[in-house]
Every structure is written in structure tokens, then in C-alpha cells.
């Protein structure tokens, strides 16, 4: 996992754009920015916890965004029926995206979460804002706008932590 320079490439979103491209362009910048956060770090450094009793890693957010992405494009977007566990979490371990980590390893999970990315973005590819979902979270109907503009917020959210712990593991800090 040990990079010496970045691969990630992580475009600014448009100024003026329509909503669809605008909201696109937020989610993608925030996934790379989750990426970025993450890039040159040895396994170790990305399983490094934040602070006790905290099981935060910059590791397990990359697990815990493709546990998300996986949910809301594949379960509630398109109606698909998944295993009742989830990748990374059972009812054993509700937290496992988080909790289990120290034995995981980082190029597949990077790569699960990458899987899931390319999944969410052919799905939606030419879709509605408006459309509807096939599956129900809440027993609920949720619109492709609500859940593009909640994956905006969910990585923004991750990405404070993510800034966080990649300052705390080797000093960087930026955007």
C-alpha cells in the first residue's frame, strides 16, 4: 500500500454545472479525497487507531465507506437483495468495518471500497435525480437526489476524521 507519490487524481467540482454533474463531481471529489488521505501509508499506519476508547482508522473508514456505498447503490438504489451481514460487519461485530481491522488487509479492502465506487457510478450513470429507489430503507421510497446529496455529506463527515488521523500518523494536513 506504500506509495511514494500520489496516484489519486482529485478534480475540483464545476463552479456552474447542472444539478446531476454537480452532485457527481461533489461525491467524486470527496472519494478521492478519502483516497488521497489515505495514499503512502504502510499497512500499519492505516490501521492505526485515532485515540482509545475510539476504534477510528483511516482503514476502517475505507471499509466503512464501501459498507455504505454497497448499502445505499446496491441495496437501496437498485433493490438488491444482499446478505443480511454486511462486508465487514455481522451481528456479532456491528462495528467490524471499524473494529476488525488489525488483521485486515489494506490493498483489498481499498480495493472492495474501489469495487463499490465503480458499481455506484454505472448506476446511476444517465438516471434521474428523481428516480425512485427499488429498495426501501425505513420502509421508506428514497429519491437518487436524497442519497447522492447523503454520500456527499456522509464523506465529508469521514473526511474531518480522515484529515484527523493522517495529521495524527505522519504530520500531513491539507485538503
Known amino acids: ?9 482529485r478534480t475540483s467540482p464545476p463552479f456552474a454545472a447542472d444539478e446531476a454533474t454537480m452532485l ?9 479525497t478519502l483516497a488521497l488521505k489515505c495514499e ?9 487507531r485515532a485515540c482509545p476508547p475510539s476504534s477510528l482508522s483511516l482503514l476502517g473508514l475505507v471499509r466503512h465507506m464501501a459498507e455504505v456505498e454497497r448499502h445505499w447503490f446496491r441495496q437501496v438504489l437498485s ?4 446478505d443480511p451481514s454486511g462486508r465487514y460487519w455481522t451481528e456479532e461485530f456491528p ?3 471499524f473494529d476488525l481491522v488489525d488483521g485486515a488487509d489494506p490493498v483489498a479492502d481499498t480495493a472492495a471500497w474501489q469495487e463499490e465506487v465503480a458499481f455506484a457510478r454505472s448506476v446511476v450513470q444517465g438516471v434521474s435525480l428523481d428516480t425512485v429507489s427499488a429498495g426501501r430503507w425505513h420502509d421508506s421510497e428514497v429519491t437518487l437526489r436524497w442519497i447522492l446529496v447523503h454520500m456527499i455529506e456522509e464523506y465529508a463527515r469521514h473526511n474531518g476524521h480522515a484529515d484527523l488521523l493522517r495529521e495524527r500518523i505522519d504530520g500531513s494536513t491539507g485538503e
Do not use: I, K, Y
Request: hydrophobic fraction near 40%; charged fraction near 25%; avoid cysteine.
Open 40 to 48: 503512502g501509508l504502510s499497512a500499519e499506519q492505516l490501521r492505526e
Open 95 to 97: 462495528d467490524g468495518d
Open 1 to 9: 500500500m506504500t506509495n511514494t507519490r500520489p496516484a489519486t487524481v
Open 24 to 32: 457527481g463531481a461533489w461525491l467524486d471529489f470527496h472519494r478521492a
Open 79 to 82: 433493490g438488491q437483495v444482499l
